[in-house]
């Protein structure tokens, strides 16, 4: 098992997550990517966690740090956080033992602790009451509720699935950028659950461009959907989308930048098996409900 962050000036919440993660009984290898910080991020980081292997891409990679990462890995899995989030002692052998026990599955993601509450994030219950069908009858059970997506602050993967994949995508950068590459590994004949086992603690860092992770957010919802979906489910996730995002200037630039991705959308569009898209619509009904964030990082 190995560790992979991202972290962007953040240099206190990573350096807080890294004495954690040194701390943990797994003793897992940890990759931090630095995606050009300019608060010293890197220089502390060598300094005082001399064995963690530091990652300076030299420009702000977003979710593309942990593909960075991944090229690095030599362990057969990969448990991501981010710089605000870190592992519970014990979570990550079970999440390898999950994973040496359950071929099919790809991905396991944890409960999520809010601190300095010690809460569960509300996200927690939609996971545990996944609407995701499951395998059919004769095929191996799962061990806990199937998603049709990931946190990638909370989960841990299988690292040849990952790269198979091609990890996350470079024109999503950051902000829901999971969906896309969940996706492809349920194309790809995997499994993504959810383990109440797990936990992950998550105190969240107040270094956040909110409105820039809300424009991103929308971007990359309607790309994934026209990358991804029949045109059907794809209209009407627009629509809805359309009807329920704010009326500022954020959305009307998230909305410009997905109309300049046309000509590219056209070029790589793979719509989704059946049995994935079975998937992705009982997923996209249980969101129109919901009242938690999308994202932690």
């Given at each position: 098992?190995?560790?992979?962050?991202?972290?962007?000036?953040?240099?206190?919440?990573?350096?807080?997550?890294?004495?954690?993660?040194?701390?943990?009984?797994?003793?897992?290898?940890?990759?931090?990517?630095?995606?050009?910080?300019?608060?010293?991020?890197?220089?502390?980081?060598?300094?005082?966690?001399?064995?963690?292997?530091?990652?300076?891409?030299?420009?702000?990679?977003?979710?593309?740090?942990?593909?960075?990462?991944?090229?690095?890995?030599?362990?057969?899995?990969?448990?991501?956080?981010?710089?605000?989030?870190?592992?519970?002692?014990?979570?990550?052998?079970?999440?390898?033992?999950?994973?040496?026990?359950?071929?099919?599955?790809?991905?396991?993601?944890?409960?999520?602790?809010?601190?300095?509450?010690?809460?569960?994030?509300?996200?927690?219950?939609?996971?545990?009451?996944?609407?995701?069908?499951?395998?059919?009858?004769?095929?191996?059970?799962?061990?806990?509720?199937?998603?049709?997506?990931?946190?990638?602050?909370?989960?841990?993967?299988?690292?040849?699935?990952?790269?198979?994949?091609?990890?996350?995508?470079?024109?999503?950068?950051?902000?829901?950028?999971?969906?896309?590459?969940?996706?492809?590994?349920?194309?790809?004949?995997?499994?993504l659950v959810f383990c109440p086992e797990l936990t992950i603690h998550h105190a969240a860092s107040p270094a956040r461009d909110a409105t820039r992770r809300r424009t991103d957010g929308i971007r990359n919802t309607l790309w994934f959907t026209w990358l991804r979906r029949p045109a059907g489910p794809a209209l009407r996730r627009t629509l809805h989308l359309l009807r329920t995002v704010p009326r500022d200037r954020a959305t009307a630039r998230a909305l410009g930048a997905a109309l300049a991705g046309l000509p590219w959308l056209v070029r790589e569009r793979r719509v989704v098996p059946p049995e994935v898209e079975r998937?992705?619509?009982?997923?996209?009904?249980?969101?129109?409900?919901?009242?938690?964030?999308?994202?932690?990082?």
């Amino acid at each position: 098992m190995s560790v992979a962050v991202i972290t962007h000036n953040r240099r206190d919440e990573l350096l807080r997550t890294l004495d954690r993660l040194a701390a943990l009984p797994e003793r897992p290898r940890v990759l931090v990517t630095d995606n050009a910080s300019a608060d010293g991020t890197a220089e502390a980081v060598a300094r005082l966690h001399p064995e963690v292997t530091l990652l300076r891409p030299g420009a702000n990679l977003g979710a593309l740090g942990r593909n960075l990462a991944a090229r690095h890995l030599t362990t057969r899995y990969v448990a991501f956080c981010d710089d605000d989030t870190w592992w519970e002692p014990g979570s990550l052998r079970a999440a390898a033992d999950l994973l040496d026990a359950h071929p099919t599955v790809a991905a396991v993601t944890a409960r999520i602790v809010v601190e300095p509450a010690g809460t569960e994030d509300p996200i927690v219950a939609e996971l545990r009451d996944s609407p995701v069908p499951g395998p059919p009858p004769g095929e191996p059970a799962l061990p806990g509720p199937p998603l049709g997506s990931f946190l990638a602050a909370a989960t841990v993967l299988r690292t040849d699935a990952f790269r198979a994949a091609g990890g996350f995508s470079p024109r999503l950068w950051l902000g829901g950028e999971e969906e896309l590459l969940a996706a492809d590994l349920m194309t790809r004949g995997w499994w993504l659950v959810f383990c109440p086992e797990l936990t992950i603690h998550h105190a969240a860092s107040p270094a956040r461009d909110a409105t820039r992770r809300r424009t991103d957010g929308i971007r990359n919802t309607l790309w994934f959907t026209w990358l991804r979906r029949p045109a059907g489910p794809a209209l009407r996730r627009t629509l809805h989308l359309l009807r329920t995002v704010p009326r500022d200037r954020a959305t009307a630039r998230a909305l410009g930048a997905a109309l300049a991705g046309l000509p590219w959308l056209v070029r790589e569009r793979r719509v989704v098996p059946p049995e994935v898209e079975r998937r992705l619509r009982a997923l996209e009904h249980a969101q129109r409900h919901s009242t938690a964030r999308r994202y932690i990082g």
